[in-house]
């Protein structure tokens, strides 16, 4: 999920997808139809403070890049990986979280990097489920299947051990988002002895967990900012609700 200018939040779902709401009349009266599979992650590329093209990805390993004034597709991707969980747009390069690594490739899908879970230590990582880039400070922080951990790569030296941050009461991080100086990590944990969709507000700096929040019934698969005063989260297909958190 993410905001598409000042008027559009594009919603990517299990249903091959993507829903578009209008923020001022918050109602759903678009829908782009052109994945094949689940959609994974939206993201926007911003050109001089205006959105040019956003981008979505699928679970098959589909990329595509699409006009956001005329809501047509510009380019279509077809990534060499099965599985395609999130995708982020640095210095021109697509990087792209594939379960087994992370895939760096071109705007039109030429791969020109690959980080592989096997040239790690096996007790690191097993499969990745998402990630979030950090330019300013050569970082990646990914979370991997199964796993209550953040780790946090080198992105200039990806063969580097990993910088390690344990959640507490967490069974599994699902996604991830900056917002100001904090990380937002949404996912399935513990509350009062049930099975809850958590977030956890994370200083970057310090790297110390500030908030727990909770406020879905069914683990929370997407975050959103909007303009960096609200956050938008968005549950499994169980409950299928969105809940809006004030940044504080």
């Not at 597709?73 to 594939?98: A, E, G, I, Y």
């Not at 990806?158 to 100086?181: A, F, G, W």
């Amino acid at each position: 999920m993410v905001m598409v200018e000042q008027s559009q939040v594009w919603i990517g779902s299990q249903d091959a997808i993507i829903y578009i709401i209008n923020t001022h009349s918050m109602s759903c009266n678009k829908q782009l139809n052109d994945h094949r599979s689940h959609v994974m992650d939206i993201i926007v590329e911003n050109r001089n403070s205006v959105s040019s093209e956003a981008y979505s990805c699928s679970l098959d390993g589909t990329v595509i890049a699409w006009n956001i004034s005329t809501l047509k597709v510009n380019r279509r991707l077809q990534l060499p990986c099965k599985d395609l969980f999130s995708v982020k747009l640095h210095d021109n390069r697509l990087w792209c979280c594939t379960g087994s690594g992370i895939l760096v490739a071109t705007t039109n899908g030429s791969p020109r990097q690959e980080m592989k879970i096997e040239e790690n230590p096996k007790d690191v990582c097993s499969y990745f489920l998402c990630f979030q880039l950090f330019p300013e400070g050569d970082q990646v922080w990914t979370s991997c299947s199964g796993s209550s951990d953040l780790y946090i790569w080198n992105a200039t030296d990806l063969s580097r051990t990993p910088q390690k941050i344990h959640l507490q009461d967490c069974s599994e991080i699902t996604c991830m988002m900056k917002v100001k100086n904090q990380i937002w990590i949404g996912s399935r944990g513990i509350s009062q002895g049930k099975t809850r969709g958590k977030i956890y507000v994370i200083d970057a700096e310090k790297k110390t967990v500030e908030k727990e929040l909770v406020g879905h019934a069914d683990t929370v698969k997407a975050l959103c900012s909007a303009e960096d005063r609200y956050v938008l989260s968005g549950s499994g297909r169980e409950e299928g609700k969105i809940a809006i958190w004030k940044v504080e």
